[in-house]
């Protein structure tokens, strides 16, 4: 894997250091980022409407031998079990990032469980299975996951922000980029950025 196989969210710097397949911050194989790819129909919805076409991948100065989780044929169905990952705050009020990869138990949610436009068949509402948590600053880019068919696990999601505005990280939904949705445009820029 060298070459836009790592999802990442658009803001991403276009240069600097990733830690893949790292349970801490300074863990894992680390490699420079020689490239980012933002989807070209990015637009930010500033905290007052969901973002559109949140996804981006980047290039690796080298390959790692660590394989990537395939993505999902297509997301579960509301209600499915999901988990997500990332080092971002536990805390809504206080930019104090996590020292250990946190996971935290989840499920694909209805699109009427996030505020009206929000949530559609590229933007996955998902719901906490804890009270008072959800991904947080810093979590953005981070994998949304379902186990697949033969219990493996699979990727559903990228994170991209809160399922409703004006809603603090702990209260609400989130709102996570479908990767099967772009699953064609990810395939398409790894072969001409290859």
């Not at 989840?106 to 991904?135: H, K, Q």
Request: glycine share 12%.
């Amino acid at each position: 894997m060298r070459v836009a196989e790592v999802l990442a969210a658009p803001g991403t710097p276009e240069r600097g250091l990733l830690h893949l397949a790292a349970l801490t911050k300074s863990g894992g194989t680390v490699r420079a980022v020689e490239g980012t790819f933002v989807h070209p129909g990015f637009v930010t919805g500033d905290g007052k409407a969901a973002n559109q076409n949140d996804i981006a991948l980047v290039r690796l100065d080298r390959p790692v031998s660590e394989k990537p989780v395939p993505i999902a044929e297509r997301p579960g169905r509301p209600g499915t079990p999901t988990r997500i990952l990332g080092f971002g705050t536990t805390s809504d009020t206080e930019l104090k990032f996590a020292e250990r990869l946190r996971e935290l138990r989840t499920r694909r949610g209805a699109e009427a469980e996030c505020a009206p436009g929000y949530a559609d068949r590229t933007r996955l509402c998902t719901i906490s299975r804890v009270p008072a948590a959800m991904a947080c600053f810093g979590d953005s880019g981070g994998p949304q996951l379902q186990k697949g068919r033969h219990g493996r696990w699979e990727l559903i999601g990228v994170t991209s922000g809160p399922g409703a505005p004006g809603v603090p990280c702990s209260a609400g939904p989130g709102l996570y980029t479908s990767a099967p949705a772009y699953a064609d445009w990810i395939r398409q820029t790894i072969r001409h950025n290859s």
